[in-house]
């Protein structure tokens, strides 16, 4: 059985939804660890309510961001880590984790990628007027939001959505997408 690590910075809805699917047996899978870069982060609530192991750490706390992810590292490899799911992890990964975890890292992003990566993607697609946006699972790499995509999922923005009504709309496209790509993955299937 594959060994997860979600990482997470925030609220942890998606964090959720892939516990669910675990629990529900939608996802032949366990989640081993969260790593969070934020203490006090909603996520770590729901990760301790679930008895997941988390590791909470500040990048701040470290020299480098060689010596953070390699405090991470450390940490997945206790836990046998196989697989890093990025779920609103906030921060670019780096060297060390990239080389470790190759073609073993995947992220979610609230937008059909390459339009809008980054921060606050709903807003951008909002405030761009678009009419067409989504859910992306991609493959991590160097860059923000780049690396290879997995699969999408399309969405109308209607004229009468507001922000909120899009966000909840493309986080209950994430909730079954993700861990349905997830289980893919670690089935080693055709993701093309
Ligand atoms: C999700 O919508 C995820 O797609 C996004 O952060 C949110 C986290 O929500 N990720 C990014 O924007 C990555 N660039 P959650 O904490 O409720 O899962």
Redesign the pocket.
């Given at each position: 059985m594959s060994r997860l690590a979600i990482f997470?910075?925030?609220?942890?809805?998606?964090?959720?939804?892939i516990v669910n699917a675990v629990k529900n047996n939608a996802l032949p899978a366990e989640v081993v660890l969260l790593v969070c870069d934020k203490e006090g982060a909603?996520?770590i609530e729901k990760a301790n309510k679930e008895n997941i192991s988390t590791f909470v750490t500040s990048p701040k706390s470290f020299e480098s961001k060689k010596h953070y992810e390699e405090a991470i590292l450390e940490a997945l490899q206790e836990q046998q880590v196989d697989w890093l799911i990025?779920?609103?992890?906030?921060r670019l990964v780096g060297e060390t984790l990239l080389r470790a975890y190759e073609g073993k890292i995947v992220?979610?992003?609230?937008?059909l990628l390459p339009s809008f990566?980054?921060?606050?993607?709903?807003g951008q697609a909002f405030e761009a007027k678009v009419k067409i946006t989504g859910?992306t699972v991609h493959f991590v790499d160097e860059g923000?939001?780049t690396g290879p995509i997995i699969d999408q999922e399309a969405i109308r923005i209607e004229h009468h959505d507001t922000y909120e009504s899009l966000?909840v709309k493309?986080?209950s496209i994430?909730h079954s997408l993700y861990p349905n790509t997830i289980k893919k993955l670690v089935a080693g299937g055709n993701h093309s």
């Amino acid at each position: 059985m594959s060994r997860l690590a979600i990482f997470a910075s925030g609220y942890g809805s998606n964090f959720q939804a892939i516990v669910n699917a675990v629990k529900n047996n939608a996802l032949p899978a366990e989640v081993v660890l969260l790593v969070c870069d934020k203490e006090g982060a909603k996520v770590i609530e729901k990760a301790n309510k679930e008895n997941i192991s988390t590791f909470v750490t500040s990048p701040k706390s470290f020299e480098s961001k060689k010596h953070y992810e390699e405090a991470i590292l450390e940490a997945l490899q206790e836990q046998q880590v196989d697989w890093l799911i990025l779920a609103g992890y906030m921060r670019l990964v780096g060297e060390t984790l990239l080389r470790a975890y190759e073609g073993k890292i995947v992220n979610i992003h609230p937008s059909l990628l390459p339009s809008f990566p980054g921060k606050d993607a709903i807003g951008q697609a909002f405030e761009a007027k678009v009419k067409i946006t989504g859910v992306t699972v991609h493959f991590v790499d160097e860059g923000m939001d780049t690396g290879p995509i997995i699969d999408q999922e399309a969405i109308r923005i209607e004229h009468h959505d507001t922000y909120e009504s899009l966000q909840v709309k493309i986080q209950s496209i994430e909730h079954s997408l993700y861990p349905n790509t997830i289980k893919k993955l670690v089935a080693g299937g055709n993701h093309s």
